[in-house]
């Protein structure tokens, strides 16, 4: 578990960062020993840091990411002194070889972008070892969405909770199904891990991946503005959720009835609320919403407003 987090961890930092970026246009830069005239290489350069000056201190919001970042000592090249020293110095510099007669500078040039590249190497190869590895039973028109079933209140996550926690995916999965209309998709698992919380890979189709990823994660932006969906005005919910807004346009080009599509998105919605009930969030957000939900979670659990350990029985079908 701690090497999947890892990893995640590192797709998250190389990306937002655009770590491989940086390496790309320093390192040939430092190497080779003769000097090249800096033109094209300055907005880029600029544009970079810019974008990863804002970038880390957007995912150091996240305890988790911010470790990360922390251990591999980024925090030491992408904070503002050392972002502003490199870029004065590099838009001042009109070949490389100003850069290269300074040693100080050199130095941290050439620190800065051998380790930013390092840091997106290892993302890399623990991608290939402990992540792609995971894949080997998805098939070829198939795609994963991988959610995180959160403890409650520092228990540990039960059998039955478990598989309640299935069956509220499976269910939101159907649903989406049920729209789409596409008959070929089956539920299926594609690895489950196990560590403080739960990880969780639910395979499908790549449509309904595609809508299912799209959906947890704007609802799951909903719920961090104090959303809860069900008892919020309708209108509202619809213009943040495309599945509820296509379903809206299906209703008024007359392809689905009024009723129809009314009972669809009331399927949808208590669905979404059943995931959340049970502590389900999408894997992936980089920006503190997992620790919120977890103290969303224990707080709703020493209150009793968890919804209850059930499945949503077919008698809920005729009663969205």
Do not use: C
Not at 18 to 28: F, N, S, W
Not at 162 to 175: K, N, R, W
Request: overall charge negative; hydrophobic content about 40%.
């Amino acid at each position: 578990m701690q090497a999947l987090r890892l990893a995640r961890a590192l797709r998250i930092i190389d990306d937002g960062l655009r770590l491989k970026d940086i390496g790309d246009l320093i390192i040939p830069l430092l190497e080779g020993g003769q000097s090249k005239e800096l033109l094209d290489e300055k907005p880029l350069f600029a544009d970079l840091l810019w974008n990863a000056g804002r970038e880390y201190q957007r995912l150091a919001e996240d305890a988790e990411i911010r470790a990360v970042m922390q251990a591999f000592a980024l925090n030491t090249l992408f904070n503002t002194a050392e972002l502003t020293f490199l870029l004065s110095t590099f838009e001042a510099s009109g070949a490389t070889y100003s850069i290269y007669q300074n040693p100080m500078s050199f130095g941290r040039f050439d620190a800065f972008a051998h380790r930013a590249y390092a840091v997106h190497l290892l993302r890399v190869g623990l991608e290939t070892l402990v992540i792609a590895p995971r894949h080997n039973n998805v098939g070829e028109h198939e795609d994963v969405v991988e959610l995180r079933v959160f403890q409650r209140g520092g228990e540990s996550l039960s059998t039955m909770r478990l598989t309640q926690a299935l069956e509220s995916i499976e269910d939101l999965h159907d649903a989406i199904v049920d729209w789409l209309g596409i008959s070929e998709a089956r539920f299926g698992i594609a690895y489950l891990d196990s560590g403080s919380d739960w990880m969780i890979a639910i395979k499908s189709s790549q449509e309904v991946v595609r809508i299912m990823r799209s959906t947890l994660a704007a609802w799951q932006r909903l719920r961090s503005l104090g959303l809860d969906g069900l008892n919020q005005e309708n209108a509202f919910i619809s213009a943040q959720l495309v599945i509820l807004r296509d379903i809206d346009a299906a209703v008024e080009n007359g392809s689905l009835t009024s009723e129809r599509g009314e009972h669809m998105k009331q399927r949808i919605l208590k669905r979404l609320d059943a995931v959340t009930g049970y502590g389900i969030s999408l894997e992936g957000e980089p920006s503190g919403v997992m620790e919120e939900e977890r103290q969303l979670l224990t707080g709703r659990n020493s209150a009793g407003l968890l919804l209850p350990d059930r499945k949503v029985t077919p008698q809920d079908e005729g009663n969205p």
